[in-house]
């Protein structure tokens, strides 16, 4: 038990020559040898680029003339406050997020509470189709929905028109209905948002809500007294994700209206001037600075959810 | 008297039947509403499908065209002079509707032939014509599914996309497992506050490496191939570990244990002790890596740009969707081409991606 970690315990002899090391010593060793190419690729992909990322936005790093690179201090930032396109994308971006943010909450309780309900004939195949949009590479369901979406043949308007719409909208090509029609296509994204809540609503014990009646509550009361306070904890995990998610909203915009942004700017999202200055217009350190200030509007709201998430999330566990 | 307070059978229904009936009302009214939610939920399918089969002329149909693929019936009129084309109408006639094929269309009244029998005499029926409605038959264009497959070059797609994904996915097996094994088993100083950390990862906005990411690739010469796609998935990431952590947590250590005293090294006892017991979970990572991968768009776009031979489905689809999007039957068809995998994959293996979500989901 003397020797160094050797897959195979062979030569022992050769191996004793060196300093005996203990067994708590040698499981240490081994399992920062086990831990590494997390910790390389950390470091490689994420906590340099991080850092180098903060360095590109004082300078004006063109990757097309990557040995002139000057340091420009604050030009960048300033810049930023002072870019009506980047400001009107922030604008975009948080509207969006506004919009959607209620939906991306609550339409996976709906679904999770439906597919929960001891009434429901058939779950799994419920489950099944309910998921599955999710599944559908973002590509083909932004097509998908551009056919849907249709001004003229899509099937949402022929529905509408139905139900006696006169003059339905025309999603795509108008600014002020682009929004509500990503909010639509959003819904094809809450597949994993259900899943989780639908595992947790079954967590819920069957004691809670014996008591509940017996107090005299009704499922309306039961629903809002126990059922959320007990799932509070998944919704508060969709929360921070749906935000984190919201703040990167790319591919749809920009597949959707071929990277333009348009009508008149109302899809042109944060991501997407960054996209643009950084990639298309080679100028990455104020693509840089861009990413970081998304990264530090991350950081304060992140800070923000988990302070305000004291009032609001219950931990049954009383962590 | 006795005779009138006596129950009549009839109208006195029992508590249990009460009951009975309340259940069954409302499984009929929660399953109806699941159900018609499920189709709303799925219209865009149905449209997707729907317009992947037509032709030519029944796209250029408007609002009120019909929702399937359909085609309008004409009738080839041969009154012994000349050929004609007439449009064929439904037409209610003496209470049933007949199919038949307007000789001349006028406000007042229509002269009809019928198709079936044209050597008789021609139907006149009082009324205007616009009232009626045009006959069709469903005609779906299944052409379109090979044409897309050939003018997209489908299988060099297909070929590209299983390589990154199937190389990516070996990548990330083998360094999460890995990372995952010393997470949970090993005696490593500030264990906890370094897998904070990996789960910290989890809620970084992927902005903030992108552009120092990209120029080290470019600088090292491999923008334009397929490595910047693969390498970084030889490093791990924060849900496959957190998945495989959990899953090895729950293995009995006395295996270990026992394999230990055996004379087993830590890499052995990896490889013939965690991992046989461990297949359910590593399944899970690979099928999410996979169709994560086949779905990946951002990454193909910014890393093959101009190099169409290497592209993958996400990116080939989408050029190839603005190029012919004058022709929207193909552009559903090589959408619903793209989708057919994961989504059939999903279908086989659904236990898996279910238990896999709801392990990363809900644990935490």
Do not use: C
């Not at chain 1, 690729?41 to 004006?60: E, K, N, W």
């Not at chain 1, 139900?163 to 296509?185: C, H, S």
């Not at chain 2, 709303?40 to 030519?56: C, H, K, S």
């Not at chain 2, 996979?290 to 779905?295: E, G, I, R, T, Y």
């Amino acid at each position: 038990m003397t020797s160094v970690p050797t897959p195979l315990s062979a030569k022992p002899a050769a191996v004793r020559l060196r300093k005996p090391v203990s067994v708590y010593e040698r499981q240490k060793r081994w399992g920062w040898f086990f831990l590494s190419p997390w910790l390389i690729g950390f470091f490689a992909f994420t906590f340099i680029p991080i850092i180098a990322s903060l360095i590109f936005s004082f300078t004006d790093f063109r990757l097309t003339q990557p040995d002139q690179i000057k340091f420009i201090g604050l030009n960048n930032w300033a810049k930023l406050f002072a870019d009506p396109l980047a400001l009107n994308a922030l604008r975009v971006t948080f509207g969006f997020a506004l919009l959607s943010l209620p939906i991306a909450i609550a339409l996976p309780v709906l679904l999770a509470a439906l597919l929960n309900s001891k009434y429901l004939i058939g779950k799994p195949f419920f489950r099944l189709l309910f998921y599955l949009p999710y599944m559908v590479p973002a590509i083909s369901g932004i097509f998908i929905w551009q056919a849907f979406l249709n001004g003229q043949t899509g099937w949402l308007n022929r529905l509408l028109r139905l139900f006696g719409v006169v003059e339905p909208p025309n999603w795509l090509g108008n600014e002020f209905w682009i929004g509500p029609a990503m909010v639509l296509m959003g819904v094809w994204g809450v597949g994993n948002a259900m899943l989780i809540t639908l595992a947790t609503l079954q967590g819920v014990p069957q004691e809670l809500y014996d008591a509940a009646k017996v107090d005299g509550a009704g499922a309306v009361t039961a629903f809002f007294k126990v059922t959320l306070p007990m799932i509070s904890p998944v919704i508060f995990y969709n929360l921070i994700l749906s935000v984190i998610g919201l703040l990167q909203y790319f591919v749809v915009p920009y597949v959707l209206t071929r990277g333009t942004g348009n009508p008149n700017g109302a899809a042109y999202f944060f991501n997407m001037h960054l996209y643009r200055t950084a990639f298309l217009f080679q100028d990455m350190g104020y693509g840089a600075t861009m990413a970081w200030f998304i990264f530090l509007i991350a950081i304060v709201l992140t800070v923000i959810l988990f302070a305000t998430s004291r009032r609001w999330v219950y931990y049954a566990g009383g962590e | 008297m006795a005779a009138i307070s006596q129950p009549r059978p009839s109208v006195v229904v029992s508590p249990y039947f009460v009951r009975q009936l309340r259940k069954f009302t409302a499984l009929a009214l929660v399953t109806l509403f699941g159900s018609l939610l499920a189709f709303v939920y799925l219209l865009p399918f149905g449209n997707m499908m729907t317009v992947a089969l037509r032709d030519q002329e029944s796209l250029a149909g408007g609002p009120d065209s019909p929702i399937l693929p359909m085609k309008q019936l004409f009738y080839e009129y041969n009154d012994g002079q000349r050929v004609q084309r007439l449009e064929v109408f439904n037409v209610p006639i003496d209470g049933e509707t007949r199919q038949l094929a307007a000789l001349t269309k006028r406000r007042t009244s229509v002269v009809f032939i019928d198709p079936n029998d044209p050597t008789a005499e021609p139907i006149t029926w009082e009324g205007n014509w616009r009232a009626l409605q045009p006959a069709y038959v469903f005609q779906a264009r299944w052409e379109n599914f090979p044409e897309a497959w050939q003018m997209i070059d489908f299988p060099l797609l297909f070929r590209n996309t299983f390589a990154i994904a199937f190389i990516g996915m070996i990548g990330t097996l083998l360094s999460s497992i890995s990372v995952a094994y010393a997470f949970s088993r090993f005696p490593i100083p500030g264990k906890n506050w370094l897998f904070i950390v990996l789960i910290g990862t989890i809620i970084l906005p992927g902005q903030v490496t992108l552009i120092p990411t990209y120029a080290f690739f470019a600088s090292i010469g491999w923008t334009g191939t397929w490595l910047p796609l693969i390498v970084p998935h030889f490093f791990a990431n924060a849900y496959n570990v957190f998945l495989l952590r959990q899953f090895f947590m729950t293995l009995p250590r006395e295996l270990d244990e026992a394999a230990m005293i055996d004379g087993a090294s830590p890499f052995q006892i990896l490889l013939h002790v965690i991992v046989p017991q461990s297949w359910a979970a590593i399944i899970t990572v690979g099928l999410f890596h996979f169709v994560w991968a086949w779905n990946d768009y951002f990454g193909p776009l910014i890393y093959l740009l101009g190099k169409p031979e290497l592209q993958p489905i996400s990116v080939g689809v989408q050029i190839f969707n603005f190029r012919y999007a004058p022709r929207p039957e193909l552009v559903q068809a090589t959408s619903l081409m793209a989708m057919l995998l994961p989504v059939i994959l999903f279908i086989l293996a659904q236990r898996f991606f279910m238990r896999g979500v709801v392990i990363t989901g809900v644990e935490k």
